[in-house]
């Protein structure tokens, strides 16, 4: 439930913003924001990306960081300890239960780099405690999660910007200005790789976890399940149960490109190959392969690099093929072939899209603005969806048809019944 | 007198079922009739004369392969060779390249020069000699019985034991298949009117038995584990119970396959294509075992799977 103060500190913040702008002489008079004007962060999950959220917000002279949450006790000290570095005099908390920091009134802002089973719930019920989100990828753990966040962000009028860190880059816009200005015709396939894939992270017996851990917590939402170390930490991700391996880690980031140059749309059909480890519990893709038929695009991923040239040393990437040549490109670097000329700039294709201030700073502004960031909700759910169905059609080892309108597989009962899963109590997700 | 009747009656009857138990795990790979478990090769080299397939050909002829392919099994036969018959029975072999995926237990008359330990009748022919010499008298049946269990594979002569062989020892064998067709080579003696026969071709076919499957599911080595995977997803509704009571055990190794059995099973059970007796059986195993279970990590995870197949049928 959103409350009164919060819409006023809210209000507050957006009104001191357009106050700065309005009255520069006044701001460049006393230099600083006044602290009262500052957003103040509080960051769940203290793992590498907590600890990249943590540098990177307490980086802004507007921030402030007021809490740090996460489940293992060890892993909050170190997190703390680095913030004591930054900040010597900091005055942040430390909680174990993230539900202390939602009922803080005086909390703007929450970013959440938790394990992926957590993601949705954290921010809907962040959403619902008037807190806007900086959320990691992937988005959520489901189709439905998506949905539901979505949902519900608009109806708190909540901010949320995905941690895609990537799409703020000058690559991306560059490709989406040569790819959209038409100099390589009309893009009808596109083939995306990540090379590797989940390991299998052998055969550890179960343990009792350790007094620092809360696992109750730690699984949440998740089926219960005996503790062992693999489950958690660095390699939850290759687990089904919370996440979707190396191929639901680094979609987001390569197929961030594909949406944000062609915006594809009418997925209609989702035929996956791959195997699971051999060699150990975990259970995501060692290897996957996914063709994806858009009404006007063929989209491909492949575990390993696609027959094209350059792929090869390039561990990601993405590759347009258009009618009158090509283009490759990871995250920072792109080539594009016409005929037999092989550049990586068109100076006649004009730059015209606003580039990103950061992907952190294009947030912290929305927050101000109200106004949707870069990675916004509706735009990174359409981009994340095709990840997730996916996945649906490797576990059942079939290809599958989707209905774009309703979200929903057709003449397959099953497969709909993995766009969702049902929490474990006392967790639900809200409607 | 008439309580002594009885009690004769009983145990012959116990005694009656238990050896049809064991014959009812065999099934006949030859009919005596014709080959229609067989694929016979463009050139011949095989026929069934007066209920025995009988292979005389000189010069020419194909092997003999079964149509379909065998991981683990236990195969019973008859055979009879002539004065200088030479043949063999070819095991877990791709028909494309037998030798080179297979390997021959040799069926082969004592004339030859050839005729050393590793190249006589029992032996895996070049890789593993007979540690038993058996009775290679010609023109009389001799039974053989080859049993291809996961790494370990015996030859029995006769039922004497004439070779055992554990293929992680030898090092010739180490990239052959663990599955594949059976064979039969054709005589191939180099002399005119010489000839081998069978009769009696059965197999007892271990990986359609829950048992002999669900062992798999403890195998270290992680191509055996795969094999008693996919045989386990083949036999559906049977597995569910206990891979179930695998999952709620205590070896990581076995629990982790048998969760992701299940998973397979289900998701097979509600493919489009996918027999309704299938599915069916598969629900109903779910739901039994759902209930049996004493664990409660495994009761979730069965009543999961159960929704799965549940919302298929709508």
Redesign the interface.
């Known amino acids: 439930m959103k409350t009164g103060k919060n819409i006023n500190r809210r209000g507050f913040i957006k009104n001191a913003a357009i106050g700065i702008i309005g009255l520069p002489l006044l701001s460049n008079t006393y230099g600083i924001i006044a602290p009262s004007d500052k957003i103040r962060i509080a960051h769940i999950g203290m793992g590498n990306m907590g600890r990249a959220h943590l540098k990177w917000f307490s980086g802004f002279s507007d921030v402030e960081t007021v809490a740090l949450c996460d489940v293992d006790k060890i892993r909050l000290r170190e997190k703390y300890k680095i913030l004591q570095e930054i900040n010597p005099n900091t005055r942040t908390d430390t909680y174990t239960d993230f539900r202390h920091i939602l009922d803080r009134k005086d909390i703007d802002v929450i970013t959440c780099a938790t394990p992926d089973h957590w993601h949705a719930l954290i921010a809907i019920m962040a959403f619902q405690s008037g807190k806007d989100v900086y959320g990691e990828k992937p988005l959520s753990y489901n189709v439905e999660e998506g949905q539901v966040m979505k949902k519900c962000m608009e109806h708190n009028n909540s901010i949320f910007q995905l941690g895609t860190q990537i799409h703020a880059g000058e690559n991306y816009h560059r490709v989406v200005e040569i790819i959209q200005s038409g100099i390589l015709g009309k893009i009808h396939t596109v083939r995306l790789w990540k090379t590797e894939g989940s390991p299998g992270l052998g055969?550890?017996?179960?343990e009792i976890p350790p007094d620092t851990l809360d696992w109750d917590m730690w699984l949440g939402p998740a089926?219960?399940?005996?503790y062992t170390p693999v489950r958690c930490f660095g390699s939850f991700r290759h687990f089904f149960d919370y996440s979707g391996g190396v191929f639901g880690d680094f979609w987001c980031h390569i197929a961030d490109i594909v949406y944000m140059s062609l915006n594809p749309q009418g997925l209609y059909s989702i035929d996956t190959r791959g195997e699971?480890p051999?060699?150990?519990?975990a259970?995501t893709p060692r290897w996957i392969e996914a063709d994806f038929k858009f009404k006007d695009l063929d989209l491909y991923w492949t575990t390993t690099p696609p027959p094209v040239p350059g792929a090869e040393e390039m561990y990601i990437g993405a590759h347009f093929e258009g009618t009158n040549g090509s283009l490759t490109c990871d995250y920072y670097t792109r080539k594009i072939r016409i005929g037999n000329e092989i550049i990586d700039e068109i100076p006649e294709v004009p730059k015209t899209i606003t580039r990103s201030p950061g992907h952190q700073r294009n947030f912290l502004d929305a927050v101000k603005s109200r106004e949707q960031p870069e990675s916004n909700i509706a735009y990174v759910r359409e981009m994340t969806l095709p990840m997730h169905l996916a996945l649906i059609s490797f576990?059942?080892?079939?290809k599958l048809k989707w209905n774009s309108l309703i979200e929903q597989f057709e003449?397959?009962?099953?497969a709909?019944?993995?766009l969702s899963r049902?929490y474990r109590a006392p967790w639900f997700l809200p409607e | 007198m008439k309580k002594f009747i009885l009690i004769n009656l009983f145990v012959t009857l116990i005694f009656t079922s238990c050896f049809t138990q064991e014959n009812d795990r065999f099934s006949s790979l030859f009919n005596g009739k014709n080959l229609s478990k067989w694929t016979l090769g463009e050139e011949g080299g095989f026929e069934v004369i007066k209920g025995e397939l009988y292979t005389s050909s000189f010069g020419k002829g194909n092997n003999l392969f079964t149509k379909k392919w065998y991981c683990n099994y236990v195969l019973r036969l008859e055979y009879m060779l002539s004065d200088v018959g030479n043949s063999g029975v070819i095991i877990r072999c791709d028909p494309q390249a037998p030798w080179e995926t297979g390997v021959e237990v040799q069926l082969l008359a004592p004339w030859t020069p050839r005729r050393d330990d590793l190249h006589c009748t029992g032996s895996l022919y070049g890789h593993v000699t007979v540690t038993n010499r058996p009775d290679e008298t010609t023109g009389i049946w001799h039974k053989m019985e080859i049993k291809c269990d996961r790494k370990t594979i015996t030859v029995s002569v006769d039922d004497t034991i004439t070779t055992l062989a554990n293929i992680d020892t030898v090092k010739t064998m180490e990239d052959k298949f663990l599955c594949g067709a059976i064979g039969l080579q054709v005589n191939h003696a180099n002399i005119e009117g010489q000839y081998a026969k069978f009769r009696n071709i059965y197999i007892r076919d271990l990986d359609s038995e829950t048992e002999y499957v669900t062992g798999g599911f403890y195998e270290k080595d992680?191509k055996l584990?795969?094999q008693a995977h996919a045989a386990a997803i083949t036999l559906g509704a049977k597995m569910v119970e206990p891979l179930a009571i695998i999952m709620s055990g205590?070896n990581?190794?076995a629990?982790?396959g048998s969760?992701?059995v299940l998973?397979?099973i289900?998701?097979?059970a509600?493919?489009?294509q996918t027999a309704e007796i299938y599915k069916n059986d598969v629900a109903i195993a779910l739901k039994n075992s759902a209930k049996s279970t004493s664990s409660?990590?495994t009761r979730?995870?069965l009543e999961?799977l159960r929704?799965?197949?549940g919302?298929?049928?709508?």
């Open positions: 055969f550890p017996p179960a089926p219960y399940e005996e699971r051999d060699d150990g519990i259970d576990r059942l080892k079939r003449g397959d009962n099953a709909n019944y993995l049902a | 992680t584990r795969s205590e990581p190794v629990k982790s969760k992701q998973f397979d289900v998701a097979r509600t493919a489009p409660e990590i979730n995870y999961w929704g799965m197949i919302s298929s049928d709508q």
